[in-house]
């Protein structure tokens, strides 16, 4: 059984942080790439930030000098913090894993709410 855990989400001011983080199980995850997704009500899910199996970082250009991804093998999790947080920023934020050599292996998480207000 594989699964993917977030958590760290909650109600956040303008101009804060939230650290979201997730849990891996049932998979090996240092062959996997790892990304952060989020889905604003309304809206259509999108890529926020991609980590690699090499460690190899992506984001994109809303997240870029703000948010950071980062990853820890031993630990089998993916971080994602995110500072300088903006109402657009609301979403719920979902973790991936995906199998590079074998894309029939990608898994998602459940999400985690984040909400920027006042």
């Known amino acids: 059984q594989v699964q993917l855990v977030e958590s760290g989400g909650g109600l956040v001011q303008p101009g804060g942080s939230l650290r979201l983080s997730c849990a891996a199980s049932?998979?090996?995850?240092?062959?996997?790439?790892m990304g952060w997704y989020r889905q604003p009500p309304g809206m259509s899910r999108e890529l926020v930030a991609h980590i690699s199996s090499g460690g190899t970082t992506t984001y994109a250009d809303s997240a870029k000098g703000r948010f950071t991804i980062s990853r820890d093998n031993a630990k089998k999790m993916v971080y994602l913090q995110m500072n300088s947080l903006k109402p657009e920023d609301t979403a719920v934020y979902y973790c991936?894993?995906?199998?590079?050599?074998?894309?029939?292996?990608?898994?998602w998480g459940q999400g985690t709410q984040v909400t920027v207000s006042v």
């Open positions: 991936h894993a995906i199998f590079i050599r074998d894309h029939s292996q990608n898994y």
């Open positions: 049932g998979i090996i995850f240092s062959v996997y790439s």
